[in-house]
């Protein structure tokens, strides 16, 4: 990569490293790190004019050591009277955030809408930066690659940064880390990065993350990002043909909403995906059969991540093509119906508790218990421990990497969106839809928070070739033990 020093009013940068082999746009975004001027405000004397974002490297005929010269002004928060009212814009950054309500955006690299909703999904989450904060810069486990250690420390310093400023931040070495790690982000056409799959991205990272946040401790392994995110289901594999039936458990980070002709709503799509058939080898067949596999619930995250399965490979044109169908989803999402046996009597009385504090909530005076549900207190203390098949307790209760002093009640809230808007995986835009700790809304296009109602929140669900929900994310509405 050649180095060049760039002037800039009365600074001289020196030894600045051009990348080639990206487009101009992100050597501006780097300087934007340097002076603070924002890539469009950027003017940069090259031969032959300004050098345009899109401009082709290899004709502007560079040479190591060059000089380029930058005009442009940074910008710069305004110093109020010394006797005077404070405005916001005279606040140090990381006050700002706090007046402004909601954390800066992230500049598009090329094509990197899908890693910038993705980044502003999970920071929102703070149990995960809270882990992160503690990861050590240079202690990661012997048993933790290098490139995941990199990217694990990436994701630190970039939601430190999201947190620290209102104006946008350019992800330059995470995005460089993450193609690192995983170069399928790194594929180009027509020499631009192409656009990728959102899901994919979610899905490497939290899978990073739960490589590198496991707890040290001898006396127990605790994966937080497991423990954040982690869905135990229990399922019933059983061929109808032979009679052989099963009994699996299975960690996964996320559920799918199936979308077919019957499914308008989510609940109905998250139905469909716990069941599936499968073919695989029968031992009483001696041959291959299909069976059939039901899923519950067994144990519930913290925070509930769903994902709409809305590409799918269409054969005849030989490429991802996606489903525009409507299907609804609410701001609060209730799975009681889709948890095993065992769950359910666990929750029976978290529940309760819930719909009690709803009720004080409303005004409303609650009854006297009877000793009928005396009676179910009793049972239910009894069915405290295992009765699913396999002999394995469900998980109610947040485990060590969480606060331990709650229960779950299988009840939980909107608290993130990632739509996707156009008709095919490799195009389109992906944007963040993200509520604040305040309360409020916000839509992150990229460099771009823009403030919406909750109420237009659900209208992200398809039909059109506006954006449209590709993973939510629910929080946990909990009670104290």
Not at 9 to 21: G, N, S
Not at 341 to 355: A, F, I, S, V, Y
Not at 421 to 429: P, T, V
Request: charged share 25%.
């Amino acid at each position: 990569m050649p180095t060049v020093s760039v002037k800039w009013q009365k600074e001289l940068y020196p030894a600045v490293e051009i990348d080639t082999t990206q487009p101009p746009y992100v050597f501006k975004c780097q300087l934007y790190d340097l002076t603070g001027v924002p890539p469009e405000r950027q003017k940069i004397m090259v031969k032959g004019g300004i050098l345009k974002d899109d401009a082709d490297w290899s004709k502007l005929g560079l040479k190591e050591g060059q000089k380029l010269m930058m005009v442009g002004t940074a910008d710069e928060i305004v110093k109020a009277p010394e006797k005077g009212p404070v405005f916001m814009e005279d606040l140090p950054e990381e006050e700002q955030v706090v007046a402004v309500g909601h954390s800066a955006g992230l500049f598009n690299l090329g094509n990197t809408c899908y890693m910038n909703s993705t980044m502003q999904c999970l920071h929102s989450v703070p149990e995960l930066k809270s882990a992160l904060i503690e990861y050590p810069q240079s202690g990661k486990s012997n048993d933790l690659d290098q490139s995941s250690h990199l990217l694990t420390v990436a994701t630190r310093d970039l939601f430190s940064e999201l947190d620290k400023n209102v104006k946008p931040v350019a992800p330059m070495q995470f995005w460089v880390v993450l193609r690192k790690k995983y170069p399928q982000f790194g594929q180009l056409h027509n020499g631009s990065f192409m656009q990728q799959d959102a899901e994919e991205c979610w899905t490497q990272i939290l899978y990073t993350l739960s490589q590198a946040l496991r707890s040290p401790s001898t006396s127990a392994n605790v994966d937080t990002v497991k423990e954040l995110f982690g869905i135990d289901l229990v399922s019933r594999v059983h061929c109808a043909e032979s009679g052989e039936e099963s009994i699996e458990t299975e960690s996964v980070y996320s559920l799918k909403c199936h979308i077919s002709q019957e499914v308008n709503h989510l609940h109905e799509g998250l139905k469909h995906g716990l069941k599936s058939e499968l073919e695989k080898a029968s031992p009483s067949l001696g041959r291959s059969a299909v069976y059939l596999k039901d899923s519950h619930i067994n144990g519930l995250p913290k925070y509930l991540t769903i994902q709409f399965v809305r590409f799918f490979w269409k054969r005849e044109s030989n490429q991802k093509a996606k489903i525009l169908r409507k299907v609804d989803y609410p701001l609060e999402l209730d799975i009681f119906d889709l948890c095993s046996d065992d769950l359910r009597k666990k929750l029976e009385t978290p529940r309760q508790m819930l719909r009690d504090e709803d009720g004080r909530k409303a005004g409303l005076k609650l009854k006297e218990k009877s000793s009928a549900s005396a009676d179910i207190d009793v049972k239910m203390s009894d069915a405290e421990g295992p009765s699913n098949a396999r002999g394995e307790s469900s998980k109610t209760t947040l485990g060590e990497g969480s606060d331990k002093n709650v229960q779950l009640t299988g009840v939980y809230d909107l608290v993130a969106v990632l739509t996707h808007k156009g008709r095919s995986a490799d195009s389109g835009h992906y944007v963040a839809w993200v509520k604040q700790e305040n309360g409020k809304w916000i839509q992150f296009d990229d460099d771009n928070p823009i403030p919406q109602r909750e109420e237009d929140i659900t209208k992200l669900s398809g039909g059109g070739d506006w954006h449209m929900a590709y993973i939510c994310m629910y929080k946990a509405r909990t009670l104290p033990m």
